[in-house]
């Protein structure tokens, strides 16, 4: 199964997307965590976890996959680029704990670079061409907002989590990620993040998890901790189970 988290910026992406894959990493599957977030840096400190290469860098750095980007314009890219299990993926590029592993896409490192467009095209690639086997699940964690629908990452998914926090523009963001889901044929969940009380009623579709607000958990990260599963977490994997027959 790959999984696509989204959702507007600053809501928990980064975060539900590292318990998740920790809860599932723990009850055995083998998981790959896609950090396709050209900006947030935390993805590895939240999993414990050193920063390795980038995908981009593997290949050459951002002009190289400008190149492959153009040749896919031209119908001149080789469709094998990507064809990779994850034993495949090479391991500079890799950070490992147990069943559980992380890939960057590539990140803005420099003023003037120019747009994150060919780490939308890696990201998109990777999707499309990476095979999976039984009880191997990938997840994505996107830049803030709705481009990667834009770019076609979202083709390549089954579930798209939506995560929102309480506030009228991420609410709004939401119902278009759920309206963008829904034209792709994808499976939608809505997570509404840093709740407090009362705030549930006020939302207009009904969320299929809530998280409540947590202030501990805020200062947890400021001091650097790694993240760990929550029990909305285990909530919201058997809400995508049930819904799609997973056994």
Known sequence: MKILVSGKG???????????????????????????????????????????????????????????????????????????????????????KGNLAVLTIGKIEEAEEGCACPYGFLARKLLEGIKLKESEVIIVDTEAGIEHFGRGVDRYVDVVIDVAEPSAESIELSKKIASLSESLGLKHFLVLNKALPGVEEEIPAKPDVVIPFNQDFILEGLKGREVEPIEQIEELWKKIESTLSIS
């Not at 723990?26 to 290469?53: C, H, Q, T």
């Not at 860098?57 to 314009?73: D, F, P």
């Open 10 to 96: 600053g809501c928990g992406k980064s975060t539900i997307s590292a318990m998740l894959g920790k809860y599932l990493a723990d009850k055995g599957y083998r998981v790959l965590i896609i950090d396709a977030d050209e900006s947030n840096p935390g993805l590895y400190r939240m999993l414990g976890l050193p920063k390795m290469k980038t995908l981009a860098e593997h290949l050459g750095g951002k002009k190289r996959a400008k190149i492959l980007m153009a040749a896919e314009g031209e119908g001149e890219l080789d469709d094998e680029l990507f064809n990779w299990t994850l034993d495949d993926i090479p391991k500079e590029i890799l950070a490992r």
